[in-house]
């Protein structure tokens, strides 16, 4: 998280709440190191700090806001950061965070979200910018697919993070294209008409440089992927990470057992995958390559 866009102008710092004078003087957010180039805060850390600042209206237990909570553990560079999202449920969590968010129109914002990275890089030469695309699985391959794909194809630098519950949650249960084939939901009542769309298989047909897909079963693991796709994104090209984020509300799965369905749709047919381009992969070796150790350590 960023302590930079939390930090209250000096003027209202006697006014705000002591909760949220504390979060800036006491929580354990990024820049404490004082070089402020990187995150300091890990997953081991969560749960013992608000990493979503204020409390956030999504549904209790719902996969998603744990996972949209991971992605901001993950970012490499919080304070250098735009995350760009639609309606959906999603931006109901995002826009708590102190990461700036763009809200754009349904549908937009991969043309926004390019747009905005072209004019960083123009506005900040010196700076490394990233841009992070929060959107939910309608948001993206139903109405935004066209702005999606030609993102891909122009392999812009940015990441695109579909939060993938394989419904329209946020109005009540409508088949997205990445419903699955037959699925009976509340607001579609004869069963999904086509096939899953392979939106994987259409990154890889489109170029994208990291793609990966993964259930928020192992925190450390989201964390990782979100810092690798958002380093690929800013030197190589595009990135896309596909996470399974259930939604408990629309297809029925009783709270408790929200992370038992995880782990199971993870066996059955969401188990990790990483599509690696050899330009990304080589960018990954170096900046992931440990400093050797000297002999007389
Ligand atoms: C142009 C436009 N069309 C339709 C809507 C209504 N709308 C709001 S959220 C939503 C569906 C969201 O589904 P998804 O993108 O899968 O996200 P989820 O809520 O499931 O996370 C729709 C159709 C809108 N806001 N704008
Ligand atoms: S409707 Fe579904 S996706 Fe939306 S907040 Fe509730 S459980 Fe989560």
Not at 114 to 141: C, H, T, Y
Not at 243 to 266: G, R
């Amino acid at each position: 998280m960023s302590l930079e866009n939390l930090r209250p102008t000096p003027a209202f710092a006697d006014v705000l709440p002591i909760e949220y004078r504390d979060l800036v003087e006491h929580g354990p957010y990024t820049n404490r190191t004082g070089d402020g180039s990187k995150q300091t805060v890990k997953v081991t850390d969560m749960g013992k700090f608000k990493e979503v600042i204020e409390e956030h209206p999504m549904c209790a237990g719902c996969a998603m806001t744990l996972f949209i909570r991971l992605v901001y553990i993950g970012m490499p560079n919080p304070e250098h950061t735009i995350v760009v999202g639609t309606a959906g449920c999603g931006r109901l969590a995002i826009s708590q965070a102190s990461v700036p968010f763009i809200y754009g129109n349904y549908g937009d914002t991969n043309a926004v979200a390019s747009g905005l990275k072209r004019g960083l890089e123009v506005r900040f030469p010196n700076q490394k910018k990233d841009v992070v695309v929060k959107a939910g699985d309608g948001g993206l391959i139903d109405i935004g697919f066209q702005g999606l794909m030609h993102s891909w194809f122009r392999k812009e630098k940015f990441t695109t993070i579909m939060l993938d519950n394989e419904v329209y949650g946020n109005t009540g249960g409508q088949e997205s294209g990445m419903t699955n084939h037959g699925k009976v939901l509340k607001m579609a009542p004869r069963g999904k008409f086509g096939d899953k769309v392979d939106a994987l298989g259409l990154a890889k047909v489109a170029g994208v440089d990291y793609i990966a897909r993964l259930a928020p079963t192992n925190p450390a693991r989201v964390a990782r992927t979100v810092r690798r796709a958002i380093m690929v994104a800013r030197e190589v090209g595009h990135s896309y990470i596909q996470a399974y984020t259930s939604c408990n509300i629309e297809y029925s799965i009783p709270t408790p057992d929200v992370m038992k369905d995880a782990f199971e749709i993870e066996k059955e047919r969401y188990g990790f995958e990483e599509i690696i381009s050899p330009a990304a992969k080589a960018y990954l070796d170096e900046v992931e390559k440990k400093p050797k150790k000297k002999k007389s350590d």
